[in-house]
């Protein structure tokens, strides 16, 4: 029994990375963990970073539109490697881009990604939100509410939201469950403000766990505890 039909699935780009921009071991291993979430029927839009090839805000004095512009297109990059290792594991999945290249890539529209989910395709989301100033956590966000998903996952490096970072504070608190108001009032790095604001207003769950677990997606799907849920439920003490 699936508990989340349809997710919009945002990995950050360094999930990506290794001794080279990409690194396709890692590469294989995602597309592997997105295959088991389509073999049960679950239909996914993804969202990938590009910080294993360009950070934008990494760019010293360069201006921000072109840094921006340069991470963008470093999520296209990730994106097709995404899309070819799902197609060798016989996954249809298709690119589409919030940046107009119609030779690399089809264009997005959220018609045209509700269509694709329909018929069964992995959606992989490239070009960030095809604006400066917003990250991934925001365009991924942003796709959620426009394919009408279920839940926003948010594939960390870490197998959940802590109150400080666990690696340097042994005593950091380990959350199962927040909300929306509870993530911006402690401040926590969740994921950025505009993405957590966008996904309280549409009503939007984020699920935030460890990628690392090639179990813990489908665990998730199936609703079982994994990570630190994020909603609008107020939970007692």
């Given amino acids: ?15 990506m990375g290794g001794d080279q921009a990409i690194d396709f071991d890692k590469a294989e291993a995602i597309a592997s963990q997105v295959a088991k979430l389509h073999e049960l029927g679950v239909e996914i ?36 490697a995404v899309q070819d290792c799902l197609l060798k594991m016989g996954v249809p999945a298709v690119v589409m881009s919030s940046i107009d ?31 400066p100033f917003f990250s991934t956590d925001t365009a991924a966000a942003l796709k959620a509410a426009e394919i009408g998903a ?27 469950h927040l909300t929306y108001d509870e993530v911006i009032e402690k401040e926590l790095k969740a994921t950025d403000l505009t993405a957590i604001t966008l996904c309280k207003e549409q009503n939007i769950p984020i699920l935030a766990f ?28």
């Fill in 45 to 80: 839009g993804i969202t990938i970073g590009g910080g294993n090839i360009w950070r934008g805000r990494s760019s010293g004095d360069m201006d921000r539109n072109r840094a921006d512009q340069m991470g963008m297109l470093a999520t296209v990059i990730n994106s097709l």
């Fill in 101 to 131: 290249m119609p030779r690399i890539a089809d264009g997005y529209s959220s018609r045209g990604a509700q269509a694709a989910l329909d018929a069964g395709k992995v959606v992989i989301f490239a070009g960030g939100s095809g604006l």
């Fill in 150 to 176: 279920d839940a926003m996952f948010l594939a960390k490096n870490v197998d959940a939201i802590y109150s400080d970072d666990p690696k340097k504070n042994p005593d950091a608190l380990r959350y199962s």
């Fill in 1 to 15: 029994m699936l508990k989340y039909k349809r997710i919009s699935l945002k990995l950050s780009g360094e999930a």
């Fill in 210 to 237: 460890a990628m690392a677990d090639p179990e813990n997606a489908v665990k998730a799907v199936r609703g079982e505890s994994v990570g630190t849920l994020i909603d609008n439920i107020k939970q007692a003490n």
